[in-house]
């Protein structure tokens, strides 16, 4: 597809998901950050807490379990999981935590990543005593497939964590192959699915894999998920056991939580799919490939991705002499378009300078993006 019009496939799910949510006050092209949610999600949300006044916190929980119980089997779906194998957590960066607390790998066990690793995973592995290694990449950041499977047969990590989607780079990695090839080699594979739960499949053959509610499941904020397949769930060690009649995943649920957030995720989870994961990933990649045609060039900013990438997250180097956190505020505060500025903090083993993220949920559409150009 080679011209912008046709590339914006299925018109109709992006008209549902305007009209299911507030109207917005601006341009949000920064789902990668938090998404709209649904009327719908906000009000499930409002509507627990009012149950919470009215029945008492611990009753309203208890009536909502059988709903909750209905989400961690879909988001176990969307993974490849079972209702057993997941929990809910406040964040992906709390569901790492967790995990890495279960896990209690001896100090020195070599974790290998990206070199583009988010950097508060990987501050997260150094903190819990464990080694950072870079798993082979090309120019992108893409994993070498080829390369890890030569390191896996040579001198295999304890664990390997794989970022499928970065927050700094809308690159889908191929967690499919390095799956197979983590299986294969008997290393446990962590996926973080934070920028890709809802936005590409998930259901890839990862053992572990977290993620967030906020981005692109549009769900509330405040509430993230572990899912965690049974044999390494055997490895893990709670500080306290679950109890007799749940499963023993769920020792690492959070017990205080913000519980009218998790109604939210499930009923945002039921709207993704209602909408058709697929169709919705199709519409993304199309707005991915739209907004790469629109910005790339506008006032000398250049595009980072592949044009065809499948994914809606672009982000855009600065021209010489332009700051990107002064252009972000420019944009907000002159032209009401909401984007995220990237530090090269954020991945400092892969960037060389700041981004500009651009990154439209399925309700943006191309004149969003010429508005941008425009604004650039
Ligand atoms: C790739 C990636 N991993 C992890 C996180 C952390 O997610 P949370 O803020 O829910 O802990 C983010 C959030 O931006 C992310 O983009």
């Known amino acids: 597809v080679e011209t912008l019009g046709p590339a914006l496939v299925h018109e109709d799910l992006g008209a549902a998901w305007r009209s299911a949510r507030p109207r917005p006050a601006g341009r949000h092209l920064d789902s990668a ?63 790492l935590a967790a995990l890495l607390a279960g896990w209690r790998l001896p100090a020195g066990s070599r974790v290998a990543c ?10 997260q592995l150094r903190a819990a005593g464990l080694t950072v290694e870079q798993l082979p990449v090309d120019d992108l950041g893409r994993a070498d497939l080829d390369g890890v499977a030569r390191l896996l047969a040579t001198d295999p990590p304890r664990v390997v964590h794989l970022t499928h ?28 699915a934070a920028q890709s739960l809802g936005h590409v499949d998930t259901d890839l053959g990862a053992d572990v894999v977290y993620s967030t509610s906020r981005k692109w499941l549009a769900g509330p904020r405040g509430v993230g998920v572990l899912c965690v397949r049974p044999a390494v769930a055997a490895e893990l060690t709670p500080l306290l056991s679950a109890p ?16 009218a957030g998790r109604v939210g995720l499930v009923l945002a989870v039921g709207e993704h799919l209602a909408a058709g994961p697929d169709r919705v990933r199709e519409r993304l990649a199309g707005l991915g490939r739209g907004a790469r045609e629109v910005l790339e060039g506008p006032a000398g900013w250049r595009v980072v991705e592949p044009r065809d990438e499948p994914t809606a997250t672009t982000t855009l180097r600065p021209p010489d002499g332009v700051d990107v956190v002064t252009t ?37 559409t191309l004149d969003d993006i010429e508005a941008l150009a425009a604004a650039l």
Do not use: K, W
């Not at 959070?254 to 519980?259: D, K, P, Q, R």
């Open 328 to 364: 972000r505020a420019r944009l907000l505060t002159e032209h009401g378009i909401v984007t995220t500025a990237i530090p090269p903090q954020r991945a400092p083993g892969e960037m060389t300078g700041p981004v500009l993220r651009v990154s439209p949920h399925l309700d943006s």
């Open 33 to 95: 950050a938090c998404s709209r949610q649904s009327s719908r999600v906000l009000e499930a949300v409002a509507h627990h807490a009012r149950h919470e006044a009215e029945l008492g916190g611990y009753v309203a929980e208890a009536t909502a379990e059988d709903l909750l119980q209905q989400g961690r089997s879909v988001i176990g779906g969307l993974v490849g999981m079972a209702a057993a194998d997941v929990v809910f957590v406040e964040s992906a960066q709390a569901a």
């Open 244 to 259: 007799d009649d749940v499963p023993p995943l769920r020792a690492f649920e959070s017990g205080e939580a913000h519980v």
């Open 114 to 123: 990206l070199p583009g690793e988010y950097a508060p995973n990987a501050a």
């Open 165 to 192: 989607v970065a927050s700094h780079r809308g690159l889908v990695q191929p967690a499919a192959g390095v799956a197979a090839l983590c299986r294969a080699a008997g290393v446990p594979l962590v996926l973080d």
